[in-house]
């Protein structure tokens, strides 16, 4: 590859509010940001949320192009941006000829594959309340925003329920009770905040421990 400096070959910059590209689209380019932030959003039943907000020294778009699917969630610039836009040849290339690149990739990949386990052992569990607060919980430590109190979750029951497979009526009736006993609370705009995710787990521990000691 040639020595000319990264930024000068593949830099570009966006103005704020620019998609940089669509749920759905043909992937054909990844992203590395060298200044700005960058949402990444999903189209769920109640409309679109957020999933993420990243900034500099991240990447994203990589899966279409490595897959060759549509992209899965759309990405837009919040604020002024300048980032490398690298196709797929170019990006197969840095990642056979610089180590760092190719094991920050390998630590994303392997996080996104933990990440996926995690879900099919949610949709694993038979008891309905199990799978609604270990979404809950998931979700919050994948895509909440840390805040005092706890971590906030742009998500509403009707996409918690597409994600764990229920119907919202369940959904609702599982959060109600969270309400109540104070492992979750509405949040002042929108979503939940859930003041300490890890008691969500505590919480199924103990409805699935007199299960497991009857057996």
Do not use: C
């Amino acid at each position: 590859m040639s020595s000319e400096p990264l930024s000068s070959r593949f830099g570009r910059s966006f103005p704020a509010g620019q998609v940089l590209f669509r749920e759905g689209d043909a992937g054909v380019e990844m992203f590395v940001i060298q200044t700005g932030r960058v949402r990444i959003s999903k189209v769920f039943p109640s409309g679109e949320r957020t999933l993420a907000v990243i900034g500099p020294g991240e990447f994203f778009g990589e899966m279409a192009i490595l897959n060759g699917k549509p992209r899965t969630a759309t990405a837009t610039a919040l604020e002024p941006l300048h980032a490398l836009v690298i196709d797929g040849r170019t990006f197969e290339a840095m990642v056979l000829g610089n180590g760092e690149i190719a094991v920050r990739m390998i630590t994303r990949l392997a996080r996104r594959l933990h990440s996926a386990n995690a879900y099919i052992d949610i949709l694993s569990r038979a008891d309905p309340r199990a799978r609604v607060i270990l979404g809950l919980a998931r979700a919050g430590e994948e895509y909440g925003e840390r805040m005092g109190g706890g971590v906030r979750l742009a998500m509403s029951a009707d996409d918690l329920a597409s994600v764990v497979g229920l119907d919202v009526e369940t959904v609702q009736g599982v959060i109600d009770r969270l309400v109540r006993v104070r492992l979750v609370r509405p949040a002042e705009d929108d979503g939940w905040l859930l003041p300490d995710p890890a008691q969500l787990h505590a919480f199924v521990d103990a409805l699935e421990r007199p299960a497991t000691e009857g057996a």
